[in-house]
């Protein structure tokens, strides 16, 4: 509880994943919270993934068995929490004798010596043995395992060369990750947290049980916050915070690792992931992305300062289109991209030769030397993001005493209160109730608001009750809401994080957007404020 002097139990610092987590389930624990994002939330690595719930199927290579079954455990706990914006997927693995390990794998290295003559090839059994792994390791209960797949005269096999004869196909879960963040940010709200966004930290200040934390928003306004606790979860920025704002001497560094991806027009007609491994050891995806695109990636290359925009390079999306063009029959241009996103993702610095073997499981460093206690958040999978922050609660458990015990896995997120496979039920309500709906139009919402659709729309009769239409479906009682409810600012934060419109809407659309937007808020300053 918030004591009489204004001082809260937590302050969080950053608004991606893992810091709307931790205030959500610290939240729902009674504590008293408050959080302060920079920018939007889900601004940085946050918005920046390949989409995925999954378990890692190439961190088998790496032995991080407890990652990976961590993980696959965690699919189906959130699937059944967000239904709305996380969906089971099909990927299909094509094989052929070419495919290779990267050499700094545990794995390569340990059949290197045993099995000498492959000469760091991938063979078919070893792939099937990890797949076996896969559909074993977390349990499976919504799911469906993996089976063998021709890929002759087949829907899978179509758009590939025809040097591709057989795959295998096994199960992962989309999920749309920052849509993720801010119902994480709702939740926490709902439950008694503040969350500020567009709300800088410029300074901490440790007391012996206290830290007195000075920040700046939008609009210039310095507030000063007292908290018995701080937890550093600013993502690419952990390091820094750690360094600069917080002057504390630890020793334990961040590795930037920036993953990018391109987007093409469609490549191919049935909704299966492709998982490609190409001859230097690498993976990428090629997955059906928002209906009419596909979604190609990832890289992984160093970077080196966070407060430098990570963008897809040249290089990065030629490797990208060469990597696709080893398996699809139509052979992909730079002319083909209609859109590219780069990401960085704060990993923990364990000493990896590579940024591909750096390990991706979370690490926690809890320091109480020196007076008030933080928390510092390095590295973490979007996938396990939940389990993370119930490790974050447990490790700060001993200084709230009484502390509840854990509770998200059984909790809905805003929206997510239906079943499974309960969508088309939805959406067919939805559409009964607002007939001038489109089933495209119905679907949009359905996958981004869940049951909090209907409310949105507001009983409507017609499309002219929604006020003023920016395009794409997008009406004016829809960003409304994401004003007010979701702390969307600026036309770019609807159009590429609270949905991805923007790849619908031209220019002109998204600066008509951005007038009415900043209108609004000169209208309404006390709900710009408020964020």
Not at 91 to 114: A, C, I, N, Y
Not at 431 to 447: H, I, S, Y
Request: hydrophobic share 40%.
């Amino acid at each position: 509880m918030t004591e009489a002097d204004g001082t809260v139990d937590l302050f969080v610092i950053g608004g991606g994943i893992n810091g709307c987590g931790i205030a959500r389930d610290a939240a729902g624990r009674g504590l008293s919270v408050t959080l302060a994002e920079m920018g939007d939330l889900a601004q940085a690595t946050s918005s920046a993934s390949t989409k995925l719930f999954h378990g890692g199927l190439r961190y088998l290579e790496y032995f991080e068995f407890r990652l990976v079954r961590e993980a696959l455990i965690e699919r189906e706990v959130l699937l059944r929490a967000m239904p709305h914006i996380s969906w089971p997927m099909r990927f299909v693995l094509p094989w052929h004798p070419d495919m290779r390990f990267e050499q700094d794998t545990p794995t390569s290295k340990l059949l290197g010596v045993v099995m000498p003559w492959m000469k760091g090839r991938r063979p078919s059994w070893l792939i099937r043995l990890g797949l076996f792994l896969y559909d074993t390791l977390g349990g499976r209960k919504i799911l469906p395992g993996t089976r063998t797949l021709s890929l002759t005269d087949t829907p899978e096999g179509a758009p590939l060369q025809d040097r591709f004869l057989h795959a295998y196909e096994y199960s992962d879960c989309w999920v749309e990750d920052s849509r993720l963040v801010v119902l994480n940010a709702r939740d926490a709200e709902a439950r008694g947290a503040t969350v500020m966004v567009g709300t800088k930290v410029l300074s901490a200040d440790r007391h012996a049980d206290h830290w007195i934390v000075t920040t700046r928003n939008a609009d210039g306004i310095t507030r000063q916050h007292r908290a018995r606790m701080l937890v550093n979860a600013a993502g690419p920025w952990v390091g820094e915070i750690i360094r600069g704002t917080l002057r504390l001497n630890a020793t334990d560094g961040v590795r930037l690792v920036r993953g990018s991806h391109i987007v093409t027009q469609r490549l191919y007609d049935h909704d299966k992931c492709y998982f490609f491994q190409g001859t230097d050891g690498r993976i990428i995806f090629a997955i059906p992305y928002e209906t009419d695109f596909t979604l190609i990636g990832t890289t992984d290359a160093e970077h080196e300062d966070p407060s430098v925009k990570p963008d897809c390079t040249p290089e990065e999306r030629d490797y990208l289109l060469d990597f696709a063009n080893q398996y699809f029959r139509r052979q992909l241009t730079a002319d083909d991209v209609v859109w590219s996103y780069s990401g960085v993702r704060p990993l923990y610095d364990d000493g990896a030769q590579s940024a591909s073997a750096a390990t991706r499981d979370y690490t926690l460093k809890l320091d109480r030397t020196g007076g008030a206690p933080v928390l510092n958040v390095f590295g973490g999978k979007i996938t396990t993001y939940r389990r993370l922050a119930e490790s974050a609660l447990q490790k700060i458990a001993p200084v709230f005493p009484g502390l509840p015990g854990p509770w998200t896995r059984e909790a809905s997120l805003p929206g997510g209160d239906f079943p499974v496979d309960g969508v088309d039920a939805l959406v067919a309500r939805l559409r009964a109730d607002q007939p001038f709906l489109t089933d495209r139009w119905a679907l949009r919402l359905v996958r981004a608001y869940g049951t909090e659709a209907s409310a949105i729309l507001r009983g409507a009769r017609s499309a002219a009750d929604l006020g003023r239409d920016f395009g794409a479906t997008l009406t004016e009682v829809e960003v409304i809401w994401l004003m007010d409810r979701e702390h969307a600012r600026r036309a770019e934060d609807v159009l590429w994080r609270r949905s991805k419109l923007g790849l619908r809407l031209d220019a002109p659309q998204a600066a008509a957007l951005e007038d009415w937007m900043a209108a609004r808020r000169a209208r309404e300053p006390g709900r710009a404020a408020a964020s």
